[in-house]
């Protein structure tokens, strides 16, 4: 029998599945003609002024965006910079990197999470979407990047 343990944040539903791949277009090709997903919502953004690995960096970025039921499924191609998608794609390929959960106090989380020595490995709020975002890495046990993803109240990325 499993002891029921204290968790230091509780995560709502997971509500995002974040795909990196190598080229945008070709993936988005795949994914319609041989599972029927679509269509997809494609943007390009700067993501200026985030911390990764305790540095701070900008990247380009080609995003595309559908849904399958209540998941949003984001599919990630870094044109320029460093990023947690870069090195996934470096050391792993092209696959599942993130699970995006939507928190309504970022800072408040992350500050729990830190009393517990878990920091973010990717952080930025942009100011210009209004939202906030940090990736907190489970990689020693998971496996999986965890996104914690703060936004105003109906906000949707790939509308």
């Known amino acids: 029998m499993t002891e029921k343990l204290e968790s230091i944040i509780k995560l709502p539903p997971v509500e995002q599945i974040g795909i990196v791949v ?3 277009d070709k993936a988005i ?3 319609s003609s041989v599972f029927g997903l679509g269509p997809f919502k494609v943007v390009e953004i700067e993501n200026k002024g985030f911390t990764y690995k305790g540095k701070k960096g900008d990247c380009k970025m080609k995003l595309a965006f559908t849904r ?3 998941m949003e499924i984001e599919l990630v191609q870094i044109l320029e910079g460093e990023t947690p998608h870069t090195d996934f794609l470096k050391e792993i390929g092209e696959g599942v990197q993130h699970l995006r959960f939507r928190v309504k106090d970022l800072d408040s989380e992350l500050a729990k999470l830190s009393k517990e020595g878990i920091e973010p490995v990717f952080y ?3 100011a210009e979407f209004g939202v906030a975002f940090a990736y907190i890495n489970s990689d020693k046990i998971g496996g999986v990047m965890f996104e914690l993803f703060e936004t105003p109240e109906g906000f949707q990325m790939g509308e």
Request: glycine share 8%.
């Open 124 to 126: 930025n709020r942009m």
């Open 22 to 24: 190598k080229d945008i």
């Open 29 to 31: 090709a795949f994914y």
């Open 68 to 70: 399958s039921g209540p």
